[in-house]
């Protein structure tokens, strides 16, 4: 039995990891054995200017925390050395970083399974959703499906009055040259 000081330890860390899982909007549990320090230094850089956490816990830290917070199915998930990378502010970030690192040649990085929004996704759920483009990418993309019909209109109307200073043009050419 542990003592008391270590016990209480433990509980900080699962309620805290608990917070984490209920807040996440993204989260991807990845088999890091294997992975270079090289690697692994360069892909939590990375993580870090995505503002998102990685961090290796103890599986039945883990185990504890997904319980409280919901996630009773991620139990199978947490068996051999597991990674955490988790986000409370990109549902996308995650997923995108992670399979970055584990699609490169020599990577022994495997995706174990993630969570979006609050619901668990497979391997295959993770690999499409790191697959979308950014969230200022599809800001841009919307603004510029908004915009089209607005220009459209205005490039309508353009030609509409440039049409008529044309033909108003060519009239008082033609009274000018019939006036001399």
Do not use: H, W
């Amino acid at each position: 039995m542990p003592n008391a000081k270590v016990l209480s330890e433990k509980q900080a860390l699962v309620a805290e990891l608990t917070e984490k899982l209920k807040n996440a909007q993204g989260a991807v549990l990845v088999d890091f054995s294997g992975t270079d320090v090289a690697t692994d230094t360069q892909m939590r850089r990375a993580m870090r200017n995505a503002g998102v956490e990685y961090c290796v816990v103890k599986n039945t830290l883990t185990r504890f925390a997904a319980k409280q917070a919901g996630f009773d199915a991620l139990d199978s998930f947490l068996n051999g050395p597991t990674a955490l990378a988790i986000c409370d502010s990109d549902p996308v970030a995650p997923a995108k970083i992670i399979c970055e690192y584990a699609d490169k040649k020599d990577s022994k990085l495997e995706v174990k399974v993630g969570i979006v929004d609050g619901k668990i996704i497979d391997v295959n759920g993770v690999k499409a959703l790191a697959e979308l483009p950014s969230k200022d990418v599809l800001r841009a993309q919307v603004l510029g499906t908004m915009i089209a019909p607005i220009s459209g209109l205005a490039n309508v109307l353009n030609a509409n009055i440039r049409g008529l200073a044309v033909a108003l043009q060519a009239i008082a050419d033609k009274k000018s040259e019939g006036a001399a």
